[in-house]
Nanobody, 121 residues
């Protein structure tokens, strides 16, 4: 089994920054991708960013390109999401996940419990 624990969420004003972290523990397997998704109230969970095992490939949803950066430290079993120039529409619960390098929710096998990000205008 794999456990994922997100941290770093909070309340920030528009234009501000937050850095989310997701620490993985439990079962070890090689060359997995990690992704960040988000879910706003009344909406479906949506893809934000994903990164492959080496960190050499990253993909973002269009709305966060140039503002968010995903990275990982395999020695610490941790993935990060640096979020800059935050907008009120970024408000959501953010989830990290382990699985295939994909934008599709179903391609990820393990999920964290989520961390709330609220951006005030």
């Amino acid at each position: 089994q794999v456990q994922l624990v997100e941290s770093g969420g909070g309340l920030v004003q528009a234009g501000g920054s937050l850095r989310l972290s997701c620490a993985r523990s439990g079962r070890t397997f090689s060359r997995y991708a990690m992704g960040w998704f988000r879910q706003a109230p009344g909406k479906e969970r949506e893809f934000v960013a994903t990164i492959n095992w080496s960190g050499g490939s990253t993909y973002y949803t269009d709305s966060v390109k140039g503002r968010f950066t995903i990275s990982r430290d395999n020695a610490k079993n941790t993935v990060y999401l640096q979020m800059n120039s935050l907008k009120p529409e970024d408000t959501a619960v953010y989830y990290c996940a382990v699985g295939q390098l994909s934008r599709v929710v179903a391609e990820y096998d393990y999920w964290g419990q989520g961390t709330q990000v609220t951006v005030s205008s």
